[in-house]
């Protein structure tokens, strides 16, 4: 009983220590397959948002909050609260931009074959620093789908403002145009995204063979490990013999050509 108790107290004080030196080096040695490994998951990575993931594109245009007691003419005279109850209202109208009838006629005005849900989905709004500013966006693996989209929207938009908030209306700033360059997918960023994981899964292959190995390669990890001396080491007699120079070597020179 005694022997049992004493196994487990050895058991449970035994401690596996891992030497954050040793595993830095040992990822270092292998350095190459990390960062070949990288560019190979990277370029992957790349070719498959090059090739098979749609660009998006964003279109948007730009309205003004118009208050019933201040107007872009007076702007000076506009005060930071009046600001802060235009920007306040711009969450009111995100509201009435994206209902169900407003996304209907749009899709009606448009001709395009989306569901309401779809366009609510392609739809977004923000406030542009609390300025009585905000501005809406249409987002479309067409770009020219998507000026149309957000101009239709600010040709209903300020019609329906005036109709259902009393004393407050929206003027449009900007109409929007067509753009140019895709806001997704990012190439960098999948390639990057690529790069890391492959590292991360070179250097996991590494780590479980480092970790898995048994074998005792020098007598470091005996000096380490186990506080005890070594008496006695046994020669590698597969090892290749090194060419000898100096007086024996000479001499065998020497031999071999008489």
Same mark, same amino acid.
């Given at each position: 009983?005694?022997?049992?108790?004493?196994?487990?107290?050895?058991?449970?004080?035994?401690?596996?220590?891992?030497?954050?030196?040793?595993?830095?080096?040992?990822?270092?040695?292998?350095?190459?397959?990390?960062?070949?490994?990288?560019?190979?998951?990277?370029?992957?990575?790349?070719?498959?948002? *090059?090739?098979?993931?749609?660009?998006?594109?964003?279109?948007?245009?730009?309205?003004?909050?118009?208050?019933?007691?201040?107007?872009?003419?007076?702007?000076?005279?506009?005060?930071?609260?009046?600001?802060?109850?235009?920007?306040?209202?711009?969450?009111?109208?995100?509201?009435?931009?994206?209902?169900?009838?407003? =996304?209907?006629?749009?899709?009606?005005?448009?001709?395009?074959?989306?569901?309401?849900?779809?366009?609510?989905? =392609?739809?977004?709004?923000?406030?542009?620093?609390?300025?009585?500013?905000?501005?809406?966006?249409?987002?479309?693996?067409?770009?020219?789908?998507? *000026? =149309?989209?957000?101009?239709?929207?600010?040709?209903?938009?300020?019609?329906?403002?005036?109709?259902?908030?009393?004393?407050?209306?929206?003027?449009?700033?900007?109409?929007?145009?067509?753009? *140019?360059?895709?806001?997704?997918?990012?190439?960098? =960023?999948?390639?990057?995204?690529?790069?890391?994981?492959?590292?991360?899964?070179?250097?996991?292959?590494?780590?479980?063979?480092?970790?898995?190995?048994?074998?005792?390669?020098?007598?470091?990890?005996?000096?380490?490990?186990?506080?005890?001396?070594?008496?006695?080491?046994?020669?590698?007699?597969?090892?290749?013999?090194?060419?000898?120079?100096?007086?024996?070597?000479?001499?065998? *020179?020497?031999?071999?050509?008489?």
């Amino acid at each position: 009983m005694t022997n049992q108790n004493n196994q487990k107290n050895n058991n449970a004080q035994q401690v596996v220590e891992i030497d954050l030196l040793e595993v830095a080096s040992v990822l270092w040695q292998h350095i190459v397959v990390l960062l070949l490994t990288g560019i190979i998951f990277g370029a992957l990575l790349f070719g498959y948002a *090059r090739f098979f993931v749609t660009p998006k594109y964003e279109a948007n245009a730009l309205f003004y909050v118009n208050n019933s007691t201040f107007s872009l003419s007076s702007a000076v005279a506009i005060s930071t609260g009046e600001l802060s109850a235009a920007s306040d209202l711009v969450n009111t109208y995100v509201a009435i931009l994206t209902s169900r009838a407003n =996304m209907e006629l749009v899709i009606e005005k448009s001709g395009v074959n989306y569901s309401y849900e779809k366009l609510q989905d =392609m739809v977004s709004a923000k406030s542009l620093n609390s300025t009585g500013l905000f501005q809406v966006t249409v987002t479309s693996t067409n770009p020219e789908e998507a *000026r =149309m989209l957000v101009n239709i929207i600010a040709e209903i938009l300020p019609e329906k403002i005036s109709d259902i908030v009393a004393n407050s209306s929206v003027k449009i700033v900007d109409y929007a145009v067509t753009p *140019r360059s895709r806001v997704s997918p990012s190439y960098i =960023m999948y390639a990057g995204i690529g790069m890391l994981l492959g590292m991360v899964f070179a250097s996991t292959l590494v780590l479980i063979s480092f970790f898995k190995d048994t074998v005792i390669h020098n007598e470091d990890y005996l000096l380490n490990t186990y506080d005890v001396p070594i008496l006695a080491t046994i020669p590698d007699l597969t090892a290749k013999t090194p060419k000898r120079y100096g007086y024996y070597g000479a001499s065998a *020179r020497k031999g071999s050509a008489a």
